[in-house]
């Protein structure tokens, strides 16, 4: 069977126009999990012992787990035993799973910017009267988002490419499409490579742009 380029081009259009919506799926996923991530490592950091022994089982179940088992379990487990989950649409369990599972990633990224951060620089602030609340606004937490930046951009461009285990429960993003389309002519080398070159270029393209957003952070810091 010969490639096809015919319908290779044009599923090409049907597939982009889903760009926005995989977007927006890895984009609110990536901001719950940052808010998520920021409250674990406060949780990390406290002097709790029960604070810090329940963040460390959430990052390390999250870590140490598939994430399409916790995907499943979340949409098809978790409803079987309490009734309210059964609300819970396709498209709602995509973006909470993704975010679950990469805010434990992204909390350790954050603990690393945090420890890239010089204690001298902690202690000489202290010294000169500076409050911790500023010792972290003026000083540390600048330095940490520099140092965490591309651990951070990483993770987002993971998320986005994560949205395509959507097509396992229904939700129709971009790889669903090329799933759907592919299964209808039959066409399936054509279809999966025409939504293979759109992420590539799409992530190229957003790679560029943050690793831009980088430097000009940089310079005014």
């Known amino acids: 069977m010969r490639f096809d380029f015919n319908f290779f081009f044009s599923v090409i259009p049907k597939l982009v126009v889903k760009i ?9 996923a990536f901001l719950i999990a940052f808010v998520i991530a920021v409250l674990l490592e406060i949780m990390y950091e406290s002097h709790n012992r029960v604070l810090r022994w329940i963040a460390g089982i959430y990052i390390s179940y999250f870590r140490s787990t598939p994430y399409i088992m916790q995907l499943f ?18 498209q709602t369990a995509l973006i909470v799973t993704i975010a679950t599972n990469s805010s434990a990633f992204i909390a350790e990224s954050i603990r ?11 202690e000489a602030a ?5 409050s911790r609340f500023d010792l972290y606004k003026e000083i540390v937490l600048p330095q940490a988002f520099v140092a965490a930046f591309p651990s951070l951009c990483n993770s987002y461009i993971s998320m986005i490419k994560t949205t395509a285990l959507g097509f396992a ?30 992420y590539w270029v799409l992530l190229v393209i957003i790679d560029k ?5 980088e430097k000009r952070i940089c310079r005014h810091l």
Not at 73 to 90: E, N, R, S, W
Not at 112 to 122: E, P, T
């Open 20 to 28: 926005p919506y995989t977007m927006w799926l890895g984009t609110l």
């Open 73 to 90: 379990i979340f949409y098809f487990g978790l409803p079987q035993m309490f009734d309210f989950m059964k609300v819970v649409t396709a």
């Open 112 to 122: 690393g910017g945090l420890i890239a951060v010089d204690k001298g620089q902690r």
């Open 126 to 130: 202290l010294s000169i009267g500076l």
């Open 169 to 198: 429960i229904g939700v129709i993003e971009m790889m669903s499409m090329a799933k759907l389309l592919s299964a209808s002519a039959l066409r399936f080398m054509e279809g999966y490579l025409a939504v293979g070159m759109i």
């Open 209 to 213: 742009i943050l690793k831009q957003m």
